[in-house]
Every structure is written in structure tokens, then in C-alpha cells.
């Protein structure tokens, strides 16, 4: 299931410059020898493909590493929400809450869409990003593939990364996660936190980093938080928020990083 801030921030400036076709979105990487066998696959937040954001950060990554960059449509072509439906109704920064009538109507606006957040549950979801990884390792021979996974991705990349097809992830802002799921993770793992965040909180957080601080044996990781920011800042920033803008691009440069020295 999504969290409801997935929906916060703008678009993203910039086109795609990639292909889309059959629901999935390509970025072409260099095709040098020392990384054309190497892939990155973004898992999106709720609004898949439906918005540029996720095009141009595969975009950049792409351009950045020379890696092949793929981002997969999980939603079959049926997203469960629409950003205009809920970005009225969501914060832009730390510390902005929802009235009580506000929060009334927001939670009302869910209820409308049960149908389409039940399409995207774990069970229906998850097979086909395991379908996915599979399929474009053993079509293109990529011998190491990233995980990037943001808002309902992240969670999503938190399930998958104890797969075998997995060689790295970054997780953004996740979904609604347990710490027993994070605990199976066991390929390097970057995350990228937001100072305020009800999806991820900050209990659950420490939790995670403190359990791959002590973890036998060691695992490659780190934490990464932006001040100023909520959920859903590296996918979707609020334009406006400078922090914000800030926290996207960094986050994105955290990645970008983190790819290159661990595929």
C-alpha cells in the first residue's frame, strides 16, 4: 500500500530523453565495457509512470554513471491515484500538520480509491518487479543491477533486496515498512531520510541504522538525512521549499554515488 505523503511535491524540471514502450521507461547508459553490464532499476512512488519525475531522475542517472537505467510501470497501466486528487491535502514541509476537516476529507479521499490501492498491494506488485529484475538480467546480461526505490518503491526495494538478482539498492523515504523486513536486506544498502516522516518514523529509523551498525556479519550501508524535508522529497520535491530542492538533489547525488562504487 502507498503512504499518502508519495502524493506531496512538484514536477520535476527537465523532459525525458528516453524510450517508452510496454510499460517501462529506458534511459541508455554508455555502453563502455566497464558498465555495460551494469543496470539500475527505479522503483517509483505511487504515480508510476504517469509523471515525468521518475523519466528524468532515470535521465540523470543514466548520464551520470553510464549505466542502463530502466524504470518498470508496476501498476499494469492503472495507477491507484491521481497527484492532483491528494496534493492539496498533504504537507510541504516539517512541522505543517492537517486540520481536523482537513484531515476528515483526506482520509475520505482514500476510501474513494480502495479499489485501485488494493490493486497494488504487496501480493500483486512485488511478482512483477521479481518478473522484471529476472527478465532484463538474463535478456541483457547485466552481471550486477541497483535497486533505487522511492516512497511505495522503497518499500518495494526493501522486499526484493534480499533476492538474489539484487546487487545494491537505495532506499528513499519508504512506504510503510517493518524492521523484520529490513533485517532480510543483506546486499549494500544507502538510505535517504527525511526529517519528518509518518511512513518511515524516526523510532523505525534508528531502529534500522542501529541494527546494521551491529550486524554480523558487517554489511555496507549508510544514512543519509535532510533537513527540511518530508516524505517524499527525492521523488517529488516541493518546488517552493528550498530545503526541499536541496534534499532532492542531493539525495540523487547520494545515489548516484552509491552506484558507482558498489556495482
Not at 5 to 30: H, I, M, Q, R
Not at 141 to 160: M, T
Not at 170 to 190: F, G, R, Y
Given at each position: 500500500?502507498?503512504?499518502p505523503?508519495?502524493?506531496?511535491?512538484?514536477?520535476?524540471p527537465?523532459?525525458?530523453?528516453?524510450?517508452?514502450?510496454?510499460?517501462?521507461?529506458?534511459?541508455?547508459?554508455?555502453?563502455q565495457?566497464?558498465?555495460?553490464?551494469?543496470?539500475?532499476?527505479?522503483?517509483?512512488d505511487?504515480?508510476?509512470?504517469s509523471?515525468?519525475?521518475?523519466?528524468?531522475?532515470?535521465?540523470?542517472?543514466?548520464?551520470?554513471t553510464?549505466?542502463?537505467?530502466?524504470?518498470?510501470?508496476?501498476?499494469?497501466?492503472?495507477?491507484?491515484?491521481?497527484?492532483?486528487?491528494?496534493?492539496?491535502?498533504?504537507?510541504?514541509?516539517?512541522?505543517?500538520?492537517?486540520?481536523?476537516?482537513r484531515?476528515?476529507?483526506?482520509?475520505?479521499?482514500?476510501?474513494?480509491?480502495?479499489?485501485?490501492?488494493?490493486?497494488?498491494?504487496?501480493?500483486?506488485?512485488?511478482?512483477?518487479a521479481?518478473?522484471?529484475?529476472?527478465?532484463?538480467?538474463?535478456?541483457?546480461?547485466?552481471?550486477s543491477?541497483?535497486?533505487?526505490?522511492y516512497?511505495?518503491?522503497?518499500?518495494?526495494?526493501?522486499?526484493?533486496?534480499?533476492?538474489?538478482a539484487v546487487?545494491?539498492v537505495?532506499?528513499?523515504?519508504?512506504a510503510p515498512?517493518?524492521l523484520?523486513a529490513?533485517?532480510?536486506?543483506?546486499?549494500?544498502?544507502?538510505?535517504?531520510?527525511?526529517?519528518e516522516?509518518?511512513?518511515?518514523?524516526?523510532?523505525?529509523?534508528?531502529?534500522?541504522?542501529?541494527?546494521?551498525?551491529?550486524r554480523?556479519?558487517?554489511?555496507?550501508?549508510e544514512?543519509?538525512?535532510?533537513?527540511?524535508?518530508?516524505?517524499?522529497?527525492?521523488?517529488?520535491?516541493a518546488r517552493?521549499q528550498?530545503l526541499?530542492?536541496?534534499?532532492h538533489e542531493?539525495?540523487?547525488?547520494q545515489?548516484?554515488?552509491?552506484?558507482?562504487?558498489?556495482?
Amino acid at each position: 500500500m502507498s503512504c499518502p505523503d508519495c502524493t506531496s511535491g512538484n514536477s520535476l524540471p527537465g523532459s525525458p530523453k528516453g524510450t517508452e514502450e510496454n510499460g517501462v521507461y529506458f534511459a541508455k547508459g554508455s555502453s563502455q565495457p566497464d558498465t555495460k553490464d551494469k543496470a539500475v532499476i527505479v522503483f517509483t512512488d505511487i504515480f508510476g509512470l504517469s509523471i515525468s519525475n521518475p523519466k528524468v531522475i532515470a535521465d540523470t542517472i543514466a548520464e551520470r554513471t553510464g549505466f542502463d537505467v530502466w524504470v518498470p510501470d508496476l501498476f499494469d497501466g492503472r495507477i491507484p491515484v491521481k497527484p492532483e486528487v491528494l496534493d492539496f491535502f498533504l504537507p510541504r514541509h516539517p512541522g505543517e500538520k492537517m486540520g481536523l476537516w482537513r484531515k476528515v476529507r483526506f482520509y475520505w479521499t482514500l476510501l474513494t480509491h480502495i479499489p485501485g490501492m488494493i490493486g497494488c498491494r504487496p501480493a500483486v506488485v512485488d511478482p512483477r518487479a521479481k518478473e522484471f529484475l529476472t527478465k532484463i538480467k538474463a535478456e541483457h546480461g547485466y552481471k550486477s543491477i541497483g535497486v533505487v526505490g522511492y516512497c511505495f518503491g522503497g518499500a518495494i526495494s526493501i522486499r526484493l533486496a534480499p533476492l538474489d538478482a539484487v546487487t545494491s539498492v537505495v532506499i528513499a523515504h519508504p512506504a510503510p515498512s517493518t524492521l523484520d523486513a529490513i533485517k532480510a536486506i543483506n546486499v549494500p544498502v544507502s538510505w535517504a531520510c527525511a526529517e519528518e516522516d509518518d511512513a518511515f518514523p524516526k523510532e523505525l529509523r534508528l531502529q534500522a541504522e542501529a541494527h546494521f551498525k551491529s550486524r554480523t556479519p558487517e554489511l555496507q550501508y549508510e544514512f543519509v538525512d535532510y533537513p527540511g524535508t518530508v516524505h517524499g522529497f527525492a521523488a517529488r520535491p516541493a518546488r517552493e521549499q528550498p530545503l526541499s530542492v536541496e534534499g532532492h538533489e542531493k539525495a540523487l547525488e547520494q545515489t548516484i554515488k552509491w552506484f558507482q562504487s558498489t556495482l
